[in-house]
């Protein structure tokens, strides 16, 4: 392939601005890293935390964007693993040291010296980026589309949140039906549970894509759920959802908070978290996720709903994102 030597890309030049389209030089892969060329690039409600400002110092002019898909076209000395012409995905970890205490327990998600697609290193809001080769997922042909974008965070996120609770748990309520839920549901059923999804007050559009999807059940979120739930995990960043997940729950239950950033939580009593319920979060990912997620998203046949922007309009999708307007997951083509 012949390559050019720059590249459109969307950056954000500071928080709560529009991002700028802009052309900038190609990036050449270092040592194990991968120069891949972009078909399609979620838009992930992180995404929205770090242009809104809630997650502190990003990158300087920072290339958001971290639900990437896209085909392998020059390699970086030393790589080993991929090749020219492979598709892959990369996720939102870019990289752990592979030395601190918590990569040592195999907790790599909480490293303390990790990167980070779209935040700390530059990520897909781009016709091309680079990657660690020990960072990328392979992907079935299935996946290698904008389809399967979503999956590389909505997805991941939400699988790991739901293997915290998966066990014996059969009624599990959902709190925030967007990308990561609308995949999960699909998991989730085809492992017999049975979901009970809650939305924002009066969104009956997102309600009825619920039931469509196969939920039991799916009203408002300050609706009372009509049963007692085994386990909840809440997508939406709201902090007064987990008193109220704590209220839906039954004894023993656990509710996974599954963002990266969350509104204050307000006071509760202590009668809401007695009998042995739990409050846990849920952080970054670990590369044993992604594997386990990519394999069992195949043989379930996962289909995600996507609403696709060109690179240009990534801040029409952001603003839509935003509002709550996108059902299922925002992607941004490449041209």
């Not at 870019?94 to 790599?108: A, L, M, V």
């Not at 009593?269 to 409050?279: A, G, H, K, Q």
Request: glycine share 10%; aromatic share 8%.
């Amino acid at each position: 392939m012949n390559l050019p030597v720059t590249m459109n890309a969307m950056i954000m030049d500071g928080p709560r601005r529009p991002l700028v389209l802009r052309k900038v030089p190609l990036p050449v892969p270092a040592a194990h890293h991968v120069l891949v060329k972009i078909t399609a690039c979620g838009v992930c409600r992180t995404d929205l935390h770090i242009i809104d400002g809630d997650l502190p110092h990003p990158k300087p002019s920072l290339i958001p964007g971290h639900e990437i898909i896209g085909e392998i076209v020059q390699k970086g000395s030393s790589v080993t693993q991929v090749a020219v012409g492979d598709w892959i995905g990369i996720p939102w970890l870019g990289y752990t040291c592979g030395d601190c205490i918590y990569c040592k327990k195999g907790q790599e998600n909480l490293c303390i010296r990790a990167a980070f697609t779209g935040y700390t290193i530059d990520g897909g809001f781009a016709e091309f980026t680079v990657a660690h080769e020990q960072y990328c997922f392979p992907i079935q042909q299935s996946f290698a589309n904008p389809s399967g974008a979503p999956l590389m965070c909505a997805g991941l996120i939400g699988y790991r949140s739901y293997s915290l609770i998966r066990g014996d748990n059969s009624r599990i309520g959902i709190y925030g039906f967007g990308a990561a839920a609308h995949i999960l549901i699909q998991i989730a059923l085809g492992e017999g549970k049975k979901i009970y999804a809650f939305t924002r007050d009066g969104d009956l559009a997102s309600q009825a894509f619920a039931r469509r999807l196969g939920a039991s059940w799916a009203g408002d979120s300050s609706t009372d759920c009509p049963v007692k739930l085994d386990a909840a995990i809440i997508f939406a960043p709201v902090g007064s959802l987990i008193p109220k997940a704590l209220r839906d729950l039954d004894k023993a239950g656990t509710v996974v908070c599954a963002g990266i950033h969350m509104s204050e939580i307000p006071a509760f009593p202590y009668s809401l978290l007695w009998e042995e319920r739990v409050v846990r979060s849920v952080a970054n990912l670990t590369r044993k996720d992604g594997s386990e997620f990519l394999k069992l998203a195949a043989q379930l046949s996962v289909k995600t709903d996507t609403r696709l922007f060109a690179l240009e309009n990534a801040n029409e999708a952001i603003d839509q994102l935003r509002r709550g307007m996108v059902e299922g997951a925002a992607v941004l083509v490449m041209k």
